[in-house]
Each structure stands twice: as C-alpha cells, then as structure tokens.
C-alpha cells in the first residue's frame, strides 16, 4: 500500500462513488484507502487514514465539500484537495480556489485522466481540467477595441483575479507560479496603468471587460 498515493474519495452518490472506485482499483499507483459521503465523515476519515489526495464532491448534504476543504485547512491538515464536480462554473471554481483546494475537475473525466490529476496535485502542482480553464478565463482578455491596453495576457489573467479579491497565494495557486511572481506582476500592473489601488484595479478590470 506504501507504494502508490494514498487517496480519499468522497461523494454522496452510491453509484458515483462505485464508479470511481472501479476505475482507481485498476490502477496501481493509486491505493483508496477510504470513503465517504459528506464533509462530516470525510473529515473523520481523513483524521483516520492520512492520505495524501482526496477527491471531494462539492454538493453533499450536511456539510458540502467546500466547506470541508476550508475546514481542513484550517486544522492544518496536510492533504491535497481534488475537486470532481459536475459544476462548470466560474463562482464554483472561485469558490473551490478561495476554499484551498488545489484542483477541479469535471465528473466525467476519463479514468486516465483523472490519474493524470491526482499524480499532479500530490507532487505539489495545481490540476484545472480544460474546461473548468476555460470557463474562469473565458473573459479575461481586454476587447481589442482596447487598443491602447498595455498588458500582456498573463497580466490581464493576474488582474481579472486581484479584481475578483484573490490573494497573492490563492492567484498563484491557480496560475501555477511563486507569490513573488504574483507580486511582481501586481506591481507591473499598477506601474503600467498608473492605478495604485485594489478599488482603482476593480474599476478598470470592469470597465475593461475583465470581470462581469
């Protein structure tokens, strides 16, 4: 058991929850160590078999998934938190973002794919399924009628977040890069629009069609 990465997986749904079961017993780098079908008892089985990822359904009863992800954090608990979700939204994925997870991924990935983002997460990267990217930056870039926008687009991404009250560590979680690297670019921003506050950045990132 040692050998492979030690999951949790955690749905409300029997049939859910069997399925990715099936499709992760095939594999021999991932070892299920647990289960459960809300943050309740995802929270007590996590404290009892210490894995290292666990894949978390974001809608359950009692206690939903996110609010079991910010209650991990805040215990200190050192596991990765993989989101599988049917929800392909941009306030869920915030939401999952702001709560610490450090992945989302659409409950219909393929089997090889869902190995793909487990192995990542535990290795201390960030995993966002193409369509969950897609759908947070779907309005990021400037409209071109913009013309005198001086931004490159991974200012324009690292601006459509500060916009939206990320932090530097919650934006370079998503990005994939240093907080050092989300500060320097805060303040390349700020040099190069001349704006040097949050609300001055709020503003413009609207007015700007970088946020709704």
Do not use: C, W
């Given at each position: 058991m040692s050998d492979g990465i030690n999951i949790v997986i955690v749905?409300?749904?029997?049939?859910?929850?069997?399925?990715?079961?099936?499709?992760?017993?095939?594999?021999?780098?991932?070892?299920?160590?647990g289960t459960a079908s809300n943050g309740v008892e995802a929270l007590e089985v996590i404290k009892h078999t210490s894995p290292e990822v666990v894949l978390m359904d974001i809608s359950m009863p009692i206690m939903n998934g996110i609010e079991a992800t910010q209650q991990l954090q805040e215990d200190?608990?050192?596991?990765?938190?993989?989101?599988?979700?049917?929800?392909?939204?941009?306030?869920?994925?915030?939401?999952?973002?702001?709560?610490?997870?450090?992945?989302?991924?659409l409950k219909d990935v393929s089997a090889d794919n869902m190995v793909q983002a487990i192995k990542t997460v535990q290795s201390g990267s960030t995993y966002f399924c193409e369509s969950s990217t897609q759908t947070?930056?779907?309005?990021?870039?400037?409209?071109?009628?913009?013309?005198?926008?001086?931004?490159?687009?991974r200012e324009e991404s690292v601006l459509k977040l500060i916009a939206q009250g990320m932090s530097n560590k919650a934006i370079g979680k998503l990005l994939n890069i240093s907080c050092r690297t989300v500060e320097t670019h805060?303040?390349?921003?700020?040099?190069?629009?001349?704006?040097?506050?949050?609300?001055?950045?709020?503003?413009?990132?609207?007015?700007?069609?970088?946020?709704?």
């Open positions: 749905d409300d749904h029997q049939v859910v929850l069997d399925g990715f079961l099936a499709r992760l017993e095939k594999e021999p780098e991932i070892n299920v160590v200190g608990t050192n596991v990765k938190v993989l989101m599988l979700t049917m929800h392909d939204n941009r306030e869920y994925i915030m939401k999952v973002m702001q709560a610490g997870a450090v992945g989302y991924m947070l930056f779907s309005q990021q870039v400037i409209p071109n009628s913009f013309s005198n926008n001086p931004l490159s687009r805060r303040q390349n921003i700020k040099h190069k629009l001349d704006i040097h506050s949050i609300a001055g950045l709020a503003k413009y990132a609207l007015a700007n069609g970088l946020v709704d």
